[in-house]
T-cell receptor, first 113, second 114 residues
Framework: GAGVSQSPRYKVAKRGQDVALRCDPI?????LFWYQQALGQGPEFLTY????????KSGLPSDRFFAERPEGSVSTLKIQRTQQEDSAVYLC???????????FGPGTRLTVL | AQSVSQHNHHVILSEAASLELGCNYS??????LFWYVQYPGQHLQLLLK??????LVKGIKGFEAEFIKSKFSFNLRKPSVQWSDTAEYFC????????????FGSGTRLSIRP
């Protein structure tokens, strides 16, 4: 079946621009996660949704980062007024339940100039 | 804060050599442990996981890992590597009390010489 998909795969933004990154989880998966992976590092947790409820946003680095999942399926990660330090690969993962195996998407590589 | 340490940043082996990648975590409570792999150009995928029970866990492609609670370790092993094992390997942990949040190590790049 179809896996987790993310779009766009690559995004180049000028410093100060707003960006929106999309995640389509595996159909029927209740839990959805966002991670940030800087070059040469492992993924770092950003936020977690159970259906449409954002239950943990402790990893969001600043109030410029905002995530939503209004209908409990597709999720969008929005970054306002992008900065160079936001350059990273943003990974989305989904699972049937919060304790189940997380399946990762291909990621969106964001480059802020 | 909880953390995961992977001591080897880059490992180079010849085919048929044995592999052991080290992983240590810092957390005193009950944990779930994972090894993820990312092959060149592919998504992160689960190699194996430990939630409870037998501390020796077998995963896909002949990999196994042993949870040693007293050493806070979860080392990955394979008796004989193949060229196709070339990839980035990530150790990860989640706390039982917060099972949704996975904390990853910085990864080990494995290069296999044919």
């Amino acid at each position: 079946g179809a896996g987790v998909s993310q779009s766009p795969r690559y995004k180049v933004a000028k410093r100060g621009q707003d960006v929106a990154l999309r995640c389509d989880p595996i159909s029927g998966h209740v839990s959805l996660f966002w991670y940030q992976q800087a070059l040469g590092q492992g993924p770092e947790f950003l936020t977690y949704f159970q259906n449409e409820a954002q239950l943990d946003k402790s990893g969001l680095p600043s109030d410029r980062f905002f995530a939503e999942r209004p209908e409990g399926s597709v999720s969008t990660l929005k970054i306002q007024r992008t900065q160079q330090e936001d350059s990273a690969v943003y990974l989305c993962a989904s699972s049937q339940d919060r304790t189940d195996t997380q399946y990762f998407g291909p990621g969106t590589r964001l480059t802020v100039l | 804060a909880q953390s995961v340490s992977q001591h080897n940043h880059h490992v180079i082996l010849s085919e048929a050599a044995s592999l052991e990648l080290g992983c240590n975590y810092s957390y005193g409570g009950t944990v779930n442990l994972f090894w993820y792999v990312q092959y060149p150009g592919q998504h992160l995928q689960l190699l194996l996981k430990y939630f409870s029970g037998d501390p020796l866990v077998k995963g896909i492609k002949g990999f196994e890992a042993e949870f040693i609670k007293s050493k806070f370790s979860f080392n990955l092993r394979k008796p004989s590597v193949q060229w196709s094992d070339t990839a980035e390997y990530f150790c990860a942990v989640s706390m039982y009390s917060s099972a949704s949040k996975i904390i990853f190590g910085s990864g080990t790049r494995l290069s296999i010489r044919p």
